[in-house]
């Protein structure tokens, strides 16, 4: 069945170091990969996508992800972490074999200590 | 501007009564999506509409109903049928259903009933 795996529920990480959340997808054609971010009691922002071609996408606030074919990963990374990154994360698959529809990872809840 | 709406943002209600959850868009997008998110599990496709008049179940749609009658609406009832309504509800919508089209989502409406 088509998943969608964050395996790290919560990161925290100093401000200013680098960050990088993991997101492996099971599908067995090319996906479309999102990054959504949700701060605390609101709705999900994307912050990127692939869709196809360059597998480095940058997106909104700073953030990049790679999509690696032979991993089946997609890891959303950023070099300088900012006190406002503090947020959840989602990673979502988008598949033509399921109608389209978006599957959601379980979220990772990202802290940035001062 | 344009966006999508949800009201209201905290909604409480008795065991036992149906309450309905309101979604508007004015995007002008044809799909629209109801997910449910609960700590821990990321979202939970409820249900989804391609075009007015038309809708299908998500994954759990079990104890849910909805309606689009409107373009720009996508009400969501809770029935008293679902086990465990409390929970944080997310509207979503979309230019069509499909892949490569990325979801908007609203600003959520958490519900707590008791």
């Known amino acids: 069945a088509q998943s969608v795996t964050q395996p790290d529920i919560h990161i925290t990480v100093s401000e200013g170091a680098s960050l990088e959340l993991r997101c492996n997808y099971s599908?067995?054609?090319?996906?479309?990969l999102f990054w959504y971010v949700q701060s605390p009691g609101q709705g999900l922002q994307l912050l990127l996508k692939?869709?196809?071609?360059?597998?480095l996408v940058q997106g909104i606030k700073g953030f990049e992800a790679e999509f690696k074919r032979s991993q089946s990963s997609f890891n959303l990374r950023k070099p300088s972490v900012h006190w406002s990154d503090a947020a959840e994360y989602f990673c979502?698959?988008?598949?033509?074999?399921?109608?389209?529809?978006?599957?959601f990872g379980q979220g990772t809840e990202l802290s940035v200590k001062p | 501007d344009g966006g999508i709406t949800q009201s209201p943002k905290y909604l409480f209600r008795k065991e036992g009564q149906n309450v309905t959850l309101s979604c508007e868009q004015n995007l002008n997008h044809d799909a629209m999506y109801w997910y449910r998110q609960d700590p821990g599990q990321g979202l939970r496709l409820i249900y989804y509409s391609q075009i007015v008049n038309d809708f299908q179940k998500g994954d759990i749609a079990e104890g849910y109903s909805v309606s689009r009658e409107k373009k720009e609406s996508f009400p969501l009832t809770v029935t008293s049928a679902q086990k465990n309504p409390t929970a944080f509800y997310l509207c979503?919508?979309?230019?069509?259903?499909?892949?490569?089209?990325?979801?908007?989502f609203g600003p959520g409406t958490r519900l707590t009933v008791t």
């Open positions: 599908y067995g054609a090319t996906p479309y």
């Open positions: 979502a698959v988008e598949g033509s074999w399921w109608g389209g529809k978006l599957i």
């Open positions: 979503a919508s979309s230019p069509r259903q499909g892949t490569s089209y990325e979801q908007y």
């Open positions: 692939y869709f196809s071609g360059d597998t």
